[in-house]
């Protein structure tokens, strides 16, 4: 139950310890040629790398 892990005493599980920890690292994805970010409103965005 999602409810048994929230609020001011949560019941979380023990720890689970290991030598190397687990790292879940995204993949890198390009954009396709020609497309852009689109800035939030008041900001900007630079490309810094090609």
């Not at 019941?11 to 995204?26: C, D, F, G, R, Y």
């Not at 020609?34 to 090609?50: M, R, S």
């Amino acid at each position: 139950q999602v409810s048994d892990g929230t609020g001011p005493s949560p019941k979380l599980p023990e720890p689970n310890k290991t030598l190397i920890p687990t790292v879940n690292i995204a993949p890198a994805v390009g954009w396709e040629k020609g497309a852009k970010p689109v800035a939030a409103p008041g900001t900007q965005v630079a490309a810094f790398a090609e």
